[in-house]
């Protein structure tokens, strides 16, 4: 397989393609699911809710921070990880534009 020109696409496509790469595993939509439902830092409590190990819960949280979507902060010896809500958002509104797009058409196949 060739290599991925992704400088023939515009910086939102790209942007939004590596948002969802992110999001493409349900580990990590349990991971936000979980954060979105605390509406707090978690602090090590993902292990026992999600029922994965450490270390792959700890590769995932590495996938969502690298574009953004949770930011982490250490405290003492525990790493605490919430949603980044800035760049939530902004993703939000990203995939509504996205999902409004669609225009009713009755002529498509």
Request: some cysteine; overall charge negative.
């Amino acid at each position: 397989m060739g290599v991925t020109r992704t400088e023939i696409f515009t910086k939102e496509q790209n942007e939004l393609a590596t948002m969802m790469k992110a999001l493409a595993h349900p580990a990590r939509i349990a991971i936000i699911q979980q954060l979105l439902k605390t509406e707090a830092c978690i602090c090590g409590d993902l292990v026992t809710e999600i029922g994965l190990a450490q270390a792959t819960i700890s590769q995932h949280l590495r996938e969502l921070k690298a574009v953004g979507i949770i930011q982490g902060t250490i405290e003492g010896t525990s790493v605490c990880y919430c949603i980044n809500e800035e760049v939530w958002n902004h993703y939000a509104e990203t995939f509504k534009n996205l999902f409004t797009d669609l225009k009713s058409s009755k002529n498509c196949c």
